[in-house]
C-alpha cells in the first residue's frame, strides 16, 4: 500500500513564504508523476503545479513565478517552496501521485494517491 503525507503547511503573513513537502511511502512501487492541488472553503479542488519523473514541470497561472514545485526527489519527496503569498492561497493543500505496481505475474498497475492535507493559511 502506497501512502502519501504532506507536512510543511501553517500560518503565514501575506507576503510570506512557506515550504510543504510530500513523503511517499510503501513498497514496490514507482512514481509516475506528483502534483499539488488545493482546494480553499466553497470551492473546488484544483492544480497548482506538477512535475512528472522525467522532471516536466507545470505550473497553474496564479501561482507562476511565486511558487517553485522540486523534482521526485530520491528519497520519493516532493517540496512546494511558496513565496509572497498572498490570503487567496488560503487552502487545504493536497498531494496527488500517479503511481505503478508491477505485479509478481509481470503486469503492472496503475494507481492514483492522494494525502490528507495540510492547511495553508495567509492572514495577517
Known amino acids: 500500500q502506497v501512502q502519501l503525507v504532506e507536512s510543511g503547511g501553517g500560518l503565514v503573513q501575506p507576503g510570506g513564504s512557506l515550504r510543504l513537502s510530500c513523503a511517499a511511502s510503501?513498497?514496490?512501487?514507482?512514481?509516475?508523476?506528483v502534483g499539488w492541488y488545493r482546494q480553499a472553503p466553497g470551492k473546488q479542488r484544483e492544480l497548482v503545479a506538477s512535475?512528472?519523473?522525467?522532471?516536466?514541470?507545470n505550473y497553474a497561472h496564479f501561482v507562476k513565478g511565486r511558487f517553485i514545485i522540486s523534482g521526485i526527489n530520491a528519497n520519493l519527496t516532493v517540496d512546494l517552496q511558496m513565496s509572497r503569498l498572498e490570503p487567496e492561497d488560503t487552502a487545504v493543500y493536497y498531494c496527488?501521485?500517479?503511481?505503478?505496481?508491477?505485479?509478481?505475474?509481470?503486469?503492472?498497475?496503475?494507481?492514483?494517491?492522494w494525502g490528507q492535507g495540510t492547511l495553508v493559511t495567509v492572514s495577517s
Open positions: 510503501g513498497s514496490s512501487f514507482g512514481i509516475n508523476a
Open positions: 512535475v512528472t519523473a522525467g522532471g516536466g514541470k
Open positions: 496527488n501521485a500517479d503511481i505503478y505496481i508491477d505485479s509478481n505475474l509481470g503486469m503492472r498497475n496503475y494507481l492514483e494517491v
